[in-house]
């Protein structure tokens, strides 16, 4: 029997170092400074983001260090610890959206972004990145790239919109604008949000209803696991995850063309009378009885039901009643198993494993296609429940799944 790997999050003071190093190394002198973003774990609320509806995420201990130094010219050169002898350039001058291949297109997208948005002042830069989010894991390792890259910029740039959680938004929306268009991976704004407005303790209560304020726009959340003796098992399954195959974005499409049909802006304007109905069985069946194609049946329930879960498990959790959002966890996977389509076997088997060995709810999170579940164990329990996921992993032919510690941090910061 092998271990499982747990992955452990880079301290504050060796994130710095690291980075500082990365970008000594490479570029040959100091950086303006550090900062930092973390990944982050969506407890539910899965792909509602985009239909303008609820997410409940909570920021990691994990996070991207990016060292960078503002340049004269509109040059960007850029490395990661992942290839550290590699260096990757791009120009703003005349940059196109989808003109920057590879990971690179990500912080070169995002000072494209905030020029697109008329800060004519943001010129190039050197960056170097450390990271312990796990890639391809579901979650968030773009995101907290993204943001990291933006708060920088914001800062040696003179921006003025990082000190405030309603200044924020304007990085979230530079940072979404970069993975959508320059990288071409879709997102609805889930991540970003999460990596640039979580507390530590706390999860945020995202509303995605477009036109609202920042204020309006999310609620912190208690989220302490301690108090109930709990623990939030996070295991990346390490199956191949792609979201910018078609995938996601048909899954988008398909709500879309579903709330045309409906004669509504979004889905959230559907789910919000049928959750508040007296009977949401009966207004659920009203709405799905309008529409003919069976994907847009199916995602449809997944959307009006899941964003009812979203104020179900805040309840439930604050209520302490573990049991009922336990119950909520198995729903969400259950629908974005049977009605969404976006999960996989190796995620599926995850989920299965961990309910069976005591969690008390286990689900996909993320985008799915592979990626991580979460499962609420009682604390103590999550390093023994992840090792039977990997004995079973190994027994059916899976890569080797690694595991880490989820408790609720703190946003995206400058660290030096």
């Known amino acids: 029997m ?16 690291q ?99 008329g800060f004519d002042q943001v010129k190039g830069f050197d960056a170097a ?46 940072a979404i604008k970069s993975e959508n268009d320059m990288a071409g991976a879709s997102t609805g704004g889930l991540d970003q949000n999460a990596s640039m407005r979580c507390t530590a303790g706390h999860a945020i209560l995202l509303d995605c209803r477009p036109g609202l304020s920042a204020l309006e726009s999310v609620s912190q959340q208690e989220f302490d696991l301690d108090k109930y003796g709990l623990e939030l098992l996070v295991v990346d399954t390490q199956a191949p995850h792609q979201l910018n195959d078609g995938q996601y974005a048909q899954r988008r499409a398909t709500c879309e063309a579903a709330a045309k049909i409906l004669g509504v802006e979004n889905l959230r304007v559907v789910a919000d009378k049928v959750n508040a109905a007296d009977d949401p069985i009966a207004a659920l069946a009203d709405v799905l009885e309008q529409l003919d194609d069976p994907a847009q049946v199916r995602c449809t329930r997944h959307v009006i039901t899941e ?31 049977d009605d969404y389509r976006v999960t996989v076997p190796e995620l599926d088997t995850a989920v299965n494993i961990a309910r069976a060995h005591g969690a008390y709810g286990a689900r996909m999170t993320g985008g799915g296609f592979g990626g991580s579940i979460i499962a609420l164990v009682d604390k103590g329990a999550g390093r023994e429940i992840a090792q039977r996921i990997a004995d079973e992993f190994k027994a059916q032919g899976f890569n080797a799944p690694r595991a880490l510690p989820a408790v609720a941090a703190a946003a995206a910061s400058r660290e030096a």
Not at 2 to 17: C, L, N, Q, Y
Not at 131 to 160: I, K, Q
Not at 318 to 335: M, R, T, Y
Request: glycine residues 10%.
């Open 2 to 17: 092998t271990a499982v790997e747990f992955i452990e999050p880079i301290s504050h003071d060796d994130g710095v170092a």
């Open 19 to 117: 980075a500082t190093d990365l970008f000594k190394r490479t570029y040959g002198g100091e950086p303006a400074g550090v900062w930092a973003a973390p990944g982050r774990v969506n407890l539910i609320g899965e792909h509602t983001d985009y239909n303008a509806g609820l997410c409940l995420p909570i920021a990691l201990p994990h996070r991207t260090f990016i060292a960078l130094k503002p340049r004269e010219d509109t040059t960007v050169r850029l490395v990661s610890d992942v290839a550290p002898d590699k260096v990757a350039t791009a120009d703003l001058d005349g940059l196109k959206a989808g003109g920057v291949d590879g990971w690179a297109a990500y912080p070169t997208g995002v000072a494209w972004a905030l020029r697109e948005a």
């Open 129 to 174: 990145f450390v990271s312990c989010v796990p890639l391809g894991s579901g979650l968030s390792s773009s995101a907290a790239m993204t943001c990291s890259t933006a708060l920088a910029l914001d800062d040696v740039y003179g921006l003025g919109y990082g000190s405030t959680d309603a200044g924020r938004v304007t990085l979230i929306n530079a």
């Open 307 to 337: 964003i009812g879960r979203v104020t179900q498990f805040v309840d439930a959790f604050k209520a302490g009643d573990i049991a009922k959002a336990g119950e909520l966890f198995n729903a969400s996977h259950n629908s974005l198993r």
